[in-house]
């Protein structure tokens, strides 16, 4: 019984990381660009909140986000222990809640630095980023076929094929706003808003998928 018991706490516990992550996350820069001045969240992605005196919030907001993600991945991997996304599922939200947790210390250059001059750690920032952004549409593609297939889990098949779709375009446009210097410069007014359009939905996804195996442990109990 203590055996199971510890079981129960351990994924309770993980389900609480996954539904606290995402909302301190998206919380905690949202306020700070609303209280941030000079920063215009239409305009600006949220790593460069990790600009300035005040950046130790937003470099402490990615790693305490990658440990609850990575918590939270912990529970998922038990869940689904067998059948469709139980080997991809894990690896690649752990891949994804490893480069969070890294964006924090290897803070991103100012936005207008051109490539010649970016520093390292600006470059691993993008490089990471880049891998986050990725893995945010595959990541609800690769639920998706398990939750159209499993009873415990099909409630959850809408909202991830919607998160999906939308996570997608706004990875698409970003793409390629930042790969074409004519598109970027149409488009530099609204690249805080491109890229918040990919991030929330997917903290919304994943703040809905832990309180799914919140409430399946509830259940268990």
């Known amino acids: 019984m203590r055996n199971i018991s510890g079981f ?11 539904m606290i992550g995402p909302a301190l996350f998206v919380g905690i820069f949202t306020i700070e ?15 460069a909140l990790s600009l300035g005196t005040r950046g130790w919030i937003q470099i402490s907001n990615f790693v305490i986000f990658g440990i609850l993600y990575l918590l939270f ?7 689904f222990n067998d059948g469709k996304a139980s080997k991809a599922g894990p690896i690649l939200f752990t891949i994804s809640a490893i480069c969070f947790l890294f964006s924090g210390p290897f803070v991103m250059d100012p ?20 891998i986050v952004f990725s893995l945010m549409p595959v990541i609800c593609f690769v639920f998706l076929r398990r939750f159209r297939n499993d009873p415990k889990w099909r409630s959850l098949q809408w909202w991830t094929f919607g998160a999906g779709l939308i996570i997608s375009i706004a990875v698409i446009l970003l793409t390629i706003v930042t790969k074409l210097p004519e598109v970027r410069n149409s488009f530099k007014d609204w690249l805080g808003l491109i890229q ?13 998928f832990a309180l799914g195996l919140y409430k399946r442990e509830k259940l268990s109990l």
């Open 111 to 130: 936005m207008d630095t051109i490539q010649s001059q970016m520093s390292l750690h600006g470059m691993l920032h993008g490089i990471f980023g880049g």
């Open 33 to 47: 660009g609303l209280l941030r001045a000079n920063y215009h969240s239409q305009e600006m992605y949220v790593s």
């Open 8 to 18: 129960m706490n351990r994924q309770h516990l993980s389900a609480l990381a996954g």
């Open 73 to 79: 991945t912990r529970g998922v991997a038990v869940e």
């Open 196 to 208: 918040r359009t990919a991030i929330i939905p997917y903290m919304i996804w994943l703040f809905i």
